[in-house]
């Protein structure tokens, strides 16, 4: 199938598609014409690379993880659990982070309020 069919079927951008495989994560053929040619099975790893993308992943580590889809074995699990379980911690490390950020600007926001109803309420004159 040609690109804009892999797009329309997968509901994938053209675009995307494009940047997949020049980061090696999709492969395709080409036509005499040069037009990229997907087969069948590159539908699947579209779906495949959006859950790993949708799981915070980049597109580096996405095609360290590869090898366990396309060679499956003890070894490449393997590989892909421990690639798998520092993604996570790093993903724990980020979300703690921006609760830390969104504290401080909650604090941030309460300050505000506070300087808004002082500005707000009518002056005392003594």
Sequence with gaps: MKIGELAE????SVRMLRY???QGLLTS?????GQRLYSLHESERVE???TLFAA???????ASLLPCVDTPGP???DEA???MCRERDRLSVAMATLATARDAL???IACNSEHRAALASPRRTA
């Design 48 to 50: 495949l690379l959006r």
């Design 75 to 77: 070894q490449t699990a």
């Design 29 to 33: 053929t080409r036509s005499t014409g």
């Design 106 to 108: 909650d604090g941030l």
């Design 9 to 12: 079927r997968t509901g994938v």
């Design 20 to 22: 997949y495989e020049q």
């Design 81 to 83: 659990y421990a690639t």
């Design 56 to 62: 915070g992943l980049s597109s580096r580590t996405i």
